[in-house]
């Protein structure tokens, strides 16, 4: 009886270790690309640096620029941008995870991450649309 | 097992003699950092430690003043190494120093310089711009410095990276063209560095705003007089 009742209860470890597993980690996956690739230069909160790096928290660039932003993240930018009437003038490299670019899903998740996070409201981005966007994007090898 | 008998209170010994004195009872010291030298004594006193310093520098910061370690002599100081186009780590470890640096903005106990690795492309403008746009609107307080035009002002500043515990070098695969790490280093009054950090772990920055205020103190008791001056 009480060796049953050790089994059961070793099973059950085993179950509630392994089930996690199971699961798709990819619901918190924009929040995770967002600290690997974005933090550090745009800050845990997205707030930016000064006047050199733009804060992405409440940026009107996001909504003015939405179609843009899969080519945006892929490819990096360089070059003079306004946001929210400030110029910056930086240098962004391509968003990459692990020394590898992102796939149109962990762009979709990072871009949804971003547009409804600190103030940001925008409507969900579907995979599909960022891959659509993404062929208007000039060089883009995968 | 004897040996090790001995070595211990041997050891402690030994500190407790170097730390005796009229600072024996004082607060923690933070550790001098670097080889030290060990000089005999031609009168055959007890021989004389010489610690290491900071390595000499000759530079110009975005106001165009000169930056030596004369002029910051009598101070603590605290340094990095970056470029102004940089989009590596640059934003995170100069975000870092600005939190440190924020509380002491108007404080002449300590300055801060940041040299740039990038000489032939970070002219004083570019280094101005840059503190603008970060916040720092007093370069006497906050130096972006560059160790000039000439052909060997890269390997001087490579050579200074390397004298302050951090590690810059141009390279092609990293972003940017330049690849450094983002360590932080104090220097007291006297020229000799006291701690390093590393800037893009919050926890090392967090060390750094601990340990800086124990430096001050220490500076405060060398020159009691400038501290009631103040």
Request: net charge neutral; charged share 15%.
């Amino acid at each position: 009886m009480i060796g049953r009742c050790l089994g059961l209860g070793a099973l059950g470890v085993v179950a509630c270790l392994s089930l996690p597993g199971c699961f798709s980690n990819n619901r918190h996956q924009g929040a995770r690309l967002y600290a690997e690739a974005c933090a550090g230069c745009h800050g845990d909160a997205g707030q930016g640096l000064g006047r050199l790096i733009p804060p992405l928290a409440g940026a009107d660039y996001l909504a003015l620029h939405r179609a843009e932003l899969p080519c945006l993240l892929r490819r990096g930018v360089h070059g003079p941008m306004t946001v929210n009437g400030v110029l910056y003038n930086q240098v962004m490299p391509a968003a990459r995870v692990d020394d590898k670019q992102l796939s149109p899903a962990r762009l979709t998740n990072l871009l949804n991450y971003i547009e409804n996070n600190w103030g940001n409201h925008a409507a969900p981005r579907t995979i599909q649309e960022v891959e659509r966007q993404l062929t208007a994007c000039p060089n883009v090898g995968e | 097992m004897s040996i090790r008998f001995w070595l211990a209170p041997a050891l402690a010994a030994a500190l407790l003699t170097a730390c005796s004195g009229p600072s024996a009872d004082q607060a923690a010291r933070l550790p001098i950092l670097g080889e030290r030298d060990v000089r005999p004594n031609p009168n055959g006193g007890p021989a004389d430690t010489i610690f290491a310093t900071a390595p000499a520098f000759k530079a110009v910061d975005q106001a165009g003043k000169p930056v030596t370690n004369q002029t910051l002599a009598g101070r603590a100081y605290i340094t990095d190494f970056f470029f102004a186009t940089c989009p590596g780590i640059c934003p995170k470890m100069n975000g870092a120093l600005l939190s440190v640096f924020k509380p002491y903005a108007t404080d002449p106990r300590v300055a801060f310089v940041s040299f740039t690795i990038d000489p032939a492309h970070d002219s004083l403008a570019v280094l101005d711009d840059y503190a603008q746009r970060l916040g720092v609107t007093n370069a006497a307080r906050w130096h972006f410095v560059t160790t000039g035009h000439s052909a060997t002002a890269r390997d001087t500043v490579y050579g200074l990276a390397k004298g302050f515990f951090t590690a810059a070098q141009p390279d092609k695969e990293a972003p940017g063209g330049f690849a450094h790490n983002g360590t932080f280093a104090l220097v007291d009054d006297q020229g000799h560095i006291r701690g390093l950090y590393d800037s893009l772990d919050a926890n090392e920055v967090a060390r750094l705003q601990k340990e800086l205020p124990v430096l001050l103190a220490e500076i405060a008791e060398r020159h009691p007089q400038a501290t009631a001056a103040q």
